[in-house]
C-alpha cells in the first residue's frame, strides 16, 4: 500500500455513531489548532485540517489505533489533498438538486 503525503489533512474512520462531532473534534484539538473540521457522519468517518504539518503529523500518532467510544479510530494524512472550498460548495449544490429532483428543464453549468 502506497504511503500518503505528510501534510496537515488528516483522513479519520472508524467514527463510532455515538461519537459526536464536539467530541471527536476536541480530541484532535488536544495536537493543535484546527482551520476545519467535518465530520461524515454517512461514512463513519471524519476530516481534520491542521494549521501544520508538524500537529497532524502528532494527531496521527496520538490517536491512531485509539479506542474512543468503544470503536478503534484509524488516523492517517489524507491520500489526495481537498480542492478548494467553492469548488466543493459547487459540486455539493448540484449534487443536492439532483438528490431532490430540483434539476428538471434546468441547464446547470459546473466549473471544474
Do not use: Y
Request: glycine share 4%; proline share 3%; charged share 30%.
Amino acid at each position: 500500500m502506497l504511503q500518503a503525503k505528510p501534510s496537515r489533512h488528516l483522513w479519520i474512520w472508524g467514527v463510532s455513531e455515538s461519537l459526536t462531532k464536539e467530541k471527536l473534534e476536541a480530541e484532535f484539538r488536544k495536537f493543535g489548532p484546527l482551520e476545519d473540521f467535518k465530520l461524515l457522519r454517512d461514512r463513519n468517518s471524519a476530516l481534520a485540517e491542521f494549521k501544520n504539518i508538524q500537529d497532524a503529523s502528532a494527531a496521527i500518532k496520538g490517536l491512531n489505533k485509539k479506542s474512543i467510544h468503544g470503536d478503534e479510530l484509524r488516523v492517517d494524512f489524507l491520500r489526495s489533498q481537498p480542492v478548494k472550498r467553492v469548488r466543493n460548495l459547487n459540486i455539493l449544490c448540484f449534487f443536492n438538486a439532483l438528490k431532490q429532483n430540483r434539476t428538471s428543464g434546468l441547464m446547470l453549468k459546473v466549473r471544474l
